[in-house]
């Protein structure tokens, strides 16, 4: 089964950049979608974005369209979520996730997760 470790949280001013990576290790399947989820203090996981390996089609949450950019490298199975022009509203647990599935859009749950890494926001 797939693990997943995620990496380059940190903090960082308002307007800054930071990009964070999900090594996704012991899968074989081609149609794993990768999804990067947040969670802040008191407040529900909200899905941020994701992306298929197979083809690279990816969606955002409307809270990080224009600001926010996922991607893959699939020989280093590496998934990465750019940030830019951060807000503190972006301050939160960041974790990634993956699960199978053939949709267009992202799936409705997945069935592995990482541990998690902390960004926050703050001048």
Avoid at 3 to 15: F, I, M, T, Y
Avoid at 77 to 91: A, I
């Amino acid at each position: 089964q797939p693990q997943l470790v995620e990496s380059g949280g940190g903090a960082v001013q308002p307007g800054g950049s930071l990009t964070l990576s999900c090594v996704v290790s012991g899968y074989t399947s081609p149609y794993y979608n990768i999804g990067w989820f947040r969670q802040a203090p008191g407040k529900e996981r909200e899905g941020v974005s994701c992306i298929t390996l197979a083809d690279g089609a990816t969606n955002y949450a409307d809270s990080v369209k224009g600001r926010f950019t996922i991607s893959r490298d699939n020989p280093k199975k590496t998934v990465y979520l750019r940030m830019n022009n951060l807000k503190p509203e972006d301050t939160a647990v960041y974790y990634c996730a993956a699960t199978i599935w053939h949709g267009t859009n992202c799936p409705p749950a997945y069935d592995y997760w990482g541990q998690g890494t902390q960004v926050t926001v703050s001048s």
